[in-house]
């Protein structure tokens, strides 16, 4: 009786307060929205308009020398972007990096974090920093290191790297791939393995009444369970691999296979440095807009499977 | 020497501010940047890639308190400085001076970066002082202009291996048939003549250079572009012999497996330019006292022809609000005989001034080359460069797509000579797409 009583009194007073208290919510919304907002626009929102407008732009000159102009040229700019057949192979290049590389890169990264999760391992700690270790190397002092690893004269496993060029035309990208996967298994494990202990102990006690193994329960249950995890790290993934830079901008230098163009990225950056901002602006804005469709895709064909 | 810079200087003080402006309504120009001095101190930047340049700037910051040069260091040019110059340009804040090779001038200029210095006297007095064909290269051949300073040249030579050479009996090539002939008796001997650096297209553009190719011209009205004129299809059909015989190694230069060969003398030599004494130096340490340097080879016997590859100017961008200091200081670097001597023993650099080539430091023998004056024969190769290559505007567009060509030729797919069509026809589909006027 009593405890009805106080939470009826208590509601009464909350219907009471709450116009005052909503004044003091949209200062403290404010407080909290608007750093976020002004960095969101400031290094997010304004830097894509600057490109989009950018890409909008074409070179007028008078003549040899003198200074170029900027003109409005509508999508002139997409227009090479569309015809131009290397960046279109470099298109198809992450693609087919992608449909082998994250499949495998996440596949390892689930197995290592039901590992971990399974009781099973002795030093647990010590695995979870272990595998985690290669994402703290920074990108391009990865690629560099496993560049020496792959030389074919100074590598430590010459016996190998001299039979098989790991950095020939037909082998370089799987080669670029081992250093990505070697980096980010570590990370998306990381993010896997703490899904996987919020999943509520009661239902591995439930599974084991029902006679179920410790590999019956990863299959039927936990794998289900993290799906969530595994989509964020796909889309994550889905990114990343659009974006390559690092690696093939390492290669480039180690391996005659590896061209400017050889990742849409690099051909962005390629592109800018001829200097040609304006059509290296609507390449980026066709990748970013390529990105945005596939991570969306992705997600909306999960969603529509009921795994999210 | 050192005292007629002086009075040069000095006596330029007296005349400057008079000059300004400039006549110059056929080139297009709007307007030529003014050339005056500034009142009290000032502070200058200055980008470079020279090992060892904060030591020379430190001589010219102690004498000249009220011109103080703040140096910053890169990556050489194509490794990441002209695209932070790119940048900078584009932001609006780019330093006043920076280091720029020859080839890349033309695509500042079309870029409209570069302050005109024909508007300095002390710049346009200072003509006589360089040698003909690298003063060419900043003015671009045209009586109106000039974009930079000339710093450096790099004229091209051959290094060698002495020591292997004797060894094996194989006589130093003086042709390229010889060359040929001597690489099939180094692999005999276990080892391959050269490197052939296929993502160094400005030493291939240096090897056509040699032969007579000419690239890119231009009539004040258009350019145009030519990768694939007899002359440099001939140096390409010979290249790719070599490369198809398996005559020379394709390691990708400036690496550390590239440095290796050379060390463990995989590769006995180099056509390289002067400048490229240090690279062997610093990248081979154990072959010290090895190696000689003998003119390159000519594609007739008893022609007498260098290529060049590289050299840099100094140049100050457009943005620079004291171009008169600006331009003191890049005098003094690169004419004035204690920055030259520095300049030579910090980084081998050859001086682009007539009177360079007398410095003591260039008329000594080299240690690391067996006490060889080396000097002496890049002397009488600068001499023997032909005035008259052009570069191009987009330059770093054509290397990359050269060098993409290039790659895949030693690769196997294709060859030299269909690689450099190829990046003919980017580079010229680049320059359409930037409105710079090309003949097709």
Same mark, same amino acid.
């Given at each position: 009786?009593?405890?009805?009583?106080?939470?009826?009194?208590?509601?009464?007073?909350?219907?009471?307060?709450?116009?005052?208290?909503?004044? $003091?919510?949209?200062?403290?919304?404010?407080?909290?929205?608007?750093?976020?907002?002004?960095?969101?626009?400031?290094?997010?929102?304004?830097?894509?308009?600057?490109?989009?407008?950018?890409?909008?732009?074409?070179?007028?000159?008078?003549?040899?020398?003198?200074?170029?102009?900027?003109?409005?040229?509508?999508?002139?700019?997409?227009?090479?972007?569309?015809?131009?057949?290397?960046?279109?192979?470099?298109?198809?290049?992450?693609?087919?990096?992608?449909?082998?590389?994250?499949?495998?890169?996440?596949?390892?990264?689930?197995?290592?974090?039901?590992?971990?999760?399974?009781?099973?391992?002795?030093?647990?700690?010590?695995?979870?920093?272990?595998?985690?270790?290669?994402?703290?190397?920074?990108?391009?002092?990865?690629?560099?290191?496993?560049?020496?690893?792959?030389?074919?004269?100074?590598?430590?496993?010459? $016996?190998?790297?001299?039979?098989?060029?790991?950095?020939?035309?037909?082998?370089?990208?799987?080669?670029?791939?081992?250093?990505?996967?070697?980096?980010?298994?570590?990370?998306?494990?990381?993010?896997?393995?703490?899904?996987?202990?919020?999943?509520?102990?009661?239902?591995?006690?439930?599974?084991?009444?029902?006679?179920?193994?410790?590999?019956?329960?990863?299959?039927?249950?936990?794998?289900?369970?993290?799906?969530?995890?595994?989509?964020?790290?796909?889309?994550?993934?889905?990114?990343?691999?659009?974006?390559?830079?690092?690696?093939?901008?390492?290669?480039?230098?180690?391996?005659?296979?590896?061209?400017?163009?050889?990742?849409?990225?690099?051909?962005?950056?390629?592109?800018?440095?001829?200097?040609?901002?304006?059509? $290296?602006?609507?390449?980026?804005?066709?990748?970013?807009?390529?990105?945005?469709?596939?991570?969306?895709?992705?997600?909306?064909?999960?969603?529509?499977?009921?795994?999210? | 020497?050192?005292?007629?810079?002086?009075?040069?200087?000095?006596?330029?003080?007296?005349?400057?501010?008079?000059?300004?402006?400039?006549?110059?309504?056929?080139?297009?120009?709007?307007?030529?940047?003014?050339?005056?001095?500034?009142?009290?101190?000032?502070?200058?930047?200055?980008?470079?890639?020279?090992?060892?340049?904060?030591?020379?700037?430190?001589?010219?910051?102690?004498?000249?308190?009220?011109?103080?040069?703040?140096?910053?260091?890169?990556?050489?040019?194509?490794?990441?400085?002209?695209?932070?110059?790119?940048?900078?340009?584009?932001?609006?804040?780019?330093?006043?001076?920076?280091?720029?090779?020859?080839?890349?001038?033309?695509?500042?200029?079309?870029?409209?970066?570069?302050?005109?210095?024909?508007?300095?006297?002390?710049?346009?007095?200072?003509?006589?002082?360089?040698?003909?064909?690298?003063?060419?290269?900043?003015?671009?051949?045209?009586?109106?202009?000039?974009?930079?300073?000339?710093?450096?040249?790099?004229?091209?030579?051959?290094?060698?291996?002495?020591?292997?050479?004797?060894?094996?009996?194989?006589?130093?090539?003086?042709?390229?048939?010889?060359?040929?002939?001597?690489?099939?008796?180094?692999?005999?001997?276990?080892?391959?003549?050269?490197?052939?650096?296929?993502?160094?297209?400005?030493?291939?553009?240096?090897?056509?250079?040699?032969?007579?190719?000419?690239?890119?011209?231009?009539?004040?009205?258009?350019?145009?572009?030519?990768?694939?004129?007899?002359?440099?299809?001939?140096?390409?059909?010979?290249?790719?012999?070599?490369?198809?015989?398996?005559?020379?190694?394709?390691?990708?230069?400036?690496?550390?497996?590239?440095?290796?060969?050379?060390?463990?003398?995989?590769?006995?030599?180099?056509?390289?330019?002067?400048?490229?004494?240090?690279?062997?130096?610093?990248?081979?340490?154990?072959?010290?006292?090895?190696?000689?340097?003998?003119?390159?080879?000519?594609?007739?016997?008893?022609?007498?022809?260098?290529?060049?590859?590289?050299?840099?100017?100094?140049?100050?961008?457009?943005?620079?609000?004291?171009?008169?200091?600006?331009?003191?200081?890049?005098?003094?670097?690169?004419?004035?005989?204690?920055?030259?001597?520095?300049?030579?023993?910090?980084?081998?650099?050859?001086?682009?001034?007539?009177?360079?080539?007398?410095?003591?430091?260039?008329?000594?023998?080299?240690?690391?080359?067996?006490?060889?004056?080396?000097?002496?024969?890049?002397?009488?190769?600068?001499?023997?460069?032909?005035?008259?290559?052009?570069?191009?505007?987009?330059?770093?567009?054509?290397?990359?797509?050269?060098?993409?060509?290039?790659?895949?030729?030693?690769?196997?797919?294709?060859?030299?000579?269909?690689?450099?069509?190829?990046?003919?026809?980017?580079?010229?589909?680049?320059?359409?797409?930037?409105?710079?006027?090309?003949?097709?």
């Amino acid at each position: 009786m009593t405890v009805t009583e106080i939470a009826a009194t208590s509601t009464a007073a909350e219907v009471r307060r709450a116009p005052r208290r909503r004044t $003091a919510h949209r200062g403290a919304i404010a407080f909290f929205v608007v750093p976020f907002g002004v960095l969101f626009a400031l290094f997010f929102v304004l830097p894509v308009g600057y490109a989009v407008v950018q890409s909008l732009y074409v070179m007028e000159r008078a003549d040899m020398f003198s200074p170029a102009r900027e003109v409005f040229g509508g999508l002139t700019q997409y227009g090479y972007v569309f015809s131009d057949g290397p960046f279109w192979r470099s298109v198809g290049r992450v693609l087919l990096f992608g449909v082998v590389q994250v499949p495998v890169m996440l596949g390892l990264a689930l197995l290592t974090a039901l590992l971990l999760d399974s009781g099973l391992v002795k030093a647990g700690r010590f695995f979870r920093l272990a595998f985690f270790m290669p994402y703290a190397v920074p990108g391009v002092v990865a690629a560099i290191m496993w560049g020496f690893l792959y030389s074919p004269n100074l590598s430590p496993f010459t $016996a190998l790297t001299k039979s098989v060029d790991l950095l020939s035309a037909d082998v370089v990208l799987w080669a670029m791939a081992n250093v990505v996967t070697w980096v980010y298994v570590g990370y998306n494990m990381i993010i896997i393995y703490s899904y996987l202990l919020s999943i509520p102990t009661e239902i591995y006690e439930a599974a084991r009444l029902d006679g179920a193994g410790p590999v019956r329960i990863a299959w039927s249950i936990k794998i289900p369970l993290v799906m969530p995890a595994l989509v964020l790290t796909t889309v994550f993934s889905i990114i990343g691999t659009l974006q390559l830079l690092a690696e093939p901008q390492v290669f480039r230098s180690f391996s005659s296979a590896v061209s400017s163009t050889y990742t849409p990225n690099l051909t962005v950056y390629s592109t800018s440095s001829i200097p040609n901002f304006n059509l $290296a602006a609507a390449f980026s804005v066709v990748l970013a807009l390529a990105t945005f469709a596939l991570s969306f895709g992705f997600l909306k064909l999960t969603q529509r499977k009921g795994l999210r | 020497m050192k005292r007629s810079v002086g009075i040069v200087l000095t006596s330029v003080l007296a005349l400057a501010g008079c000059s300004s402006g400039g006549d110059d309504a056929a080139s297009g120009d709007t307007a030529t940047s003014a050339c005056a001095p500034s009142t009290g101190q000032v502070e200058l930047t200055f980008t470079s890639w020279i090992p060892g340049i904060e030591e020379v700037v430190k001589v010219w910051n102690d004498k000249n308190p009220n011109i103080q040069v703040k140096v910053q260091t890169g990556p050489n040019g194509n490794g990441g400085t002209y695209q932070n110059f790119f940048n900078q340009l584009k932001a609006g804040n780019a330093p006043d001076l920076g280091q720029i090779e020859y080839d890349t001038l033309p695509s500042f200029r079309v870029q409209d970066g570069l302050a005109n210095l024909a508007a300095c006297d002390i710049v346009t007095g200072a003509k006589d002082k360089f040698v003909d064909w690298t003063w060419n290269q900043v003015t671009f051949g045209r009586q109106d202009s000039v974009y930079g300073i000339p710093q450096d040249a790099g004229p091209m030579a051959l290094f060698y291996r002495a020591d292997l050479f004797k060894q094996n009996n194989i006589a130093v090539p003086t042709t390229w048939a010889e060359y040929a002939t001597a690489a099939e008796k180094v692999k005999a001997a276990g080892g391959y003549i050269t490197n052939f650096s296929q993502s160094d297209v400005n030493q291939f553009a240096g090897l056509a250079w040699q032969a007579g190719g000419r690239w890119f011209g231009n009539d004040g009205s258009q350019w145009t572009v030519d990768f694939s004129d007899a002359k440099t299809t001939q140096v390409a059909d010979y290249w790719q012999d070599l490369i198809g015989r398996k005559l020379v190694s394709t390691v990708p230069p400036w690496t550390t497996e590239w440095d290796n060969a050379y060390n463990t003398g995989q590769a006995w030599t180099w056509v390289s330019a002067v400048w490229g004494a240090n690279s062997i130096a610093t990248g081979a340490p154990t072959t010290k006292g090895k190696w000689a340097v003998a003119p390159m080879p000519q594609w007739n016997a008893g022609d007498k022809s260098a290529g060049n590859w590289g050299g840099s100017s100094t140049a100050i961008f457009k943005s620079s609000k004291h171009p008169y200091e600006a331009a003191q200081f890049a005098l003094w670097l690169n004419t004035s005989d204690e920055a030259l001597t520095l300049l030579n023993q910090k980084a081998n650099l050859y001086p682009a001034t007539k009177a360079g080539a007398t410095l003591p430091a260039l008329t000594t023998g080299v240690d690391f080359y067996g006490g060889q004056k080396i000097y002496e024969v890049f002397a009488e190769a600068s001499a023997q460069v032909s005035p008259d290559f052009v570069w191009g505007p987009l330059m770093t567009k054509t290397y990359a797509d050269t060098a993409d060509g290039f790659k895949a030729a030693v690769s196997g797919q294709g060859t030299l000579a269909e690689a450099l069509k190829t990046a003919q026809s980017s580079t010229v589909q680049a320059m359409k797409s930037q409105a710079i006027p090309v003949k097709e």
